[in-house]
């Protein structure tokens, strides 16, 4: 298996933007990453490690095949906060992740498997506000320095 990868990542994080208590924060990563595989051996292999010899007309465990896979790959979380007070804070967070995969196989290249595109996004989203500690709505503790 031959492989091949590109890597880049990216994070930034600020407080007191433009104003006190809002803070930013971004994480971002791609990656390009090609691999090979080849199977063309005409043999067949166990869990131990041992070979039979494949009992159909082609070589190969599965079938013969030359892969060639790229995957493309994006994640990112972004994070804005604001603290009003030291009590209550405000938060809006987003998650992306995507992945893009190519399949092409000079073995078998009217393979329909391959040609389907291959992609999946997910993103999230998230609004969360809510008490620090406690802001005098909860019940204290004895002994719960927050509350003195």
Not at 14 to 27: K, N, P, Q, R, T
Not at 34 to 49: E, K
Not at 111 to 116: G, S
Request: glycine share 6%.
């Amino acid at each position: 298996m031959k492989r091949k990868k590109s890597m880049f990542k990216w994070y930034l994080s600020v407080s007191d933007l433009f104003i006190e208590g809002l803070g930013l924060s971004f994480y971002g990563s791609y990656s390009d990453v090609d691999n090979n595989s080849t199977d063309t051996v005409p043999r067949r292999y166990n869990w131990q490690g041992e070979w039979v010899p494949n009992a159909s007309t082609s070589s190969g465990e599965r079938s013969r095949s030359q892969l060639h896979i790229n995957n493309k790959e994006w994640r990112t979380n972004t994070s804005l906060n604001y603290t009003f007070n030291q009590y209550h804070t405000l938060s809006l967070n987003h998650v992306y992740s995507g992945l893009t995969r190519k399949v092409s196989d000079v073995e078998d290249p009217a393979n329909e498997y391959n040609k389907v595109p291959q992609s999946i996004d997910k993103q999230y989203l998230v609004w969360d506000g809510w008490p620090n500690i406690h802001d005098g709505m909860l019940p204290c503790s004895k002994g719960d320095k927050a509350c003195e």
